[in-house]
């Protein structure tokens, strides 16, 4: 929702992204230690188009810029190779599938084998060896909460997944997302710009009210005139005589962008990008 509907956010995200992956990352193939040119053009003719996306939209590069905005916003990616046929007509016989964390089936908890409580167990979808080694992971068929509906989900080898976060702690399962640090912040920024913007609109609202002696009041103000329900920028009212006004001075707009770019300055350091990243503000540099 952050992501969606803060434009900081947004920008966050695709700063992040972008420098991880840049145009792409590229590879070489080798065979006994030499670059194999012939093993490279068949690589390249099946990663340098949409052959090798299970979904049939992106290129190696596009994949990896998904996988890299799924990692900062939803802590994790995964990157499932899934099998195909030889009748497909692909250049080589598998595709990659990236799914979301969510993927993931949370509820896979604990020995999986009620005769062997010491043998593999799941923690959060993952499967472990008791050694501790990764085994599989237990993926939903569509999205938990998708327009598709799931069967349950079903265990996959870890040999044809990739779970890609950043681990901050020892024996870390998950990823987290990485503006955890920086949402309550970002929030309160966000409601801070509202109550600013309502302040300029309270302060534009500076109207004039004449007040007229009985002998010069002009027809039009008569004693059924209901008064001023509301204020508008700009306003001009007659008043009958006797009446008068008062009301309290429009408040002040001062301070907004030494309070902005202290909040910026603290969500950057939250999402360990430099402030004029997050900004584009410059204003500071020589």
């Known amino acids: 929702d952050l992501v969606r509907n803060n434009p900081w956010a947004q920008r966050a995200l695709h700063a992040w992204a972008n420098n991880l992956v840049g145009t792409g990352i590229t590879f070489q193939v080798y065979r006994n230690g030499k670059v194999d040119e012939k093993l490279n053009q068949l690589a390249r003719s099946f ?6 996306d299970a979904n049939g939209m992106l290129d190696l590069y596009g994949l990896q810029l ?25 250049p080589v016989p598998f595709q990659i599938q990236l799914l979301e ?3 993931l089936d949370a509820g896979k ?19 472990f060896s008791p050694l501790g080694k990764r085994e599989a992971y237990w993926l939903y068929s569509g999205h938990p909460g998708g327009m598709r509906a799931s069967n349950g989900s079903t265990r996959v080898a870890a040999s044809d997944v990739i779970h890609c976060y950043r681990a901050d702690r020892i024996e870390q399962e998950h990823g987290a ?6 949402i309550a912040k ?11 913007l309502m302040r300029q609109k309270i302060a534009a609202c500076f109207s004039v009210f004449k007040i007229s002696d009985e002998d010069a009041l002009d027809s039009s103000v008569s004693d059924s005139d209901p008064g001023i329900e509301e204020l508008e920028p700009g306003l001009i009212h007659d008043l009958k005589a006797g ?25 950057s350091t939250g999402l360990n990008l430099p402030y004029f990243v997050l900004t ?3 204003s500071a540099f020589n």
């Open 66 to 90: 998904q996988a890299a905005k799924s990692i900062v916003e939803g802590g994790a990616v995964i990157a499932r190779r899934r099998w195909r046929r030889a009748s497909d007509g692909l």
């Open 186 to 196: 970002l929030n309160d920024f966000a409601d801070y710009d509202d109550a600013q």
């Open 101 to 103: 964390p969510d993927y």
């Open 243 to 267: 009446q008068d006004i008062k009301f309290a001075s429009p408040p002040g707009v001062d301070g907004f962008g030494d309070y902005s770019r202290v909040s910026m300055q603290a969500v």
């Open 47 to 52: 990663f340098d188009t949409t052959k090798c």
């Open 109 to 127: 908890n604990g020995a999986l084998s009620a005769k062997n409580a010491s043998g593999p167990y799941a923690i959060n979808g993952i499967e």
């Open 177 to 182: 997302t990485w503006f955890a640090p920086v």
């Open 280 to 282: 584009g503000d410059l």
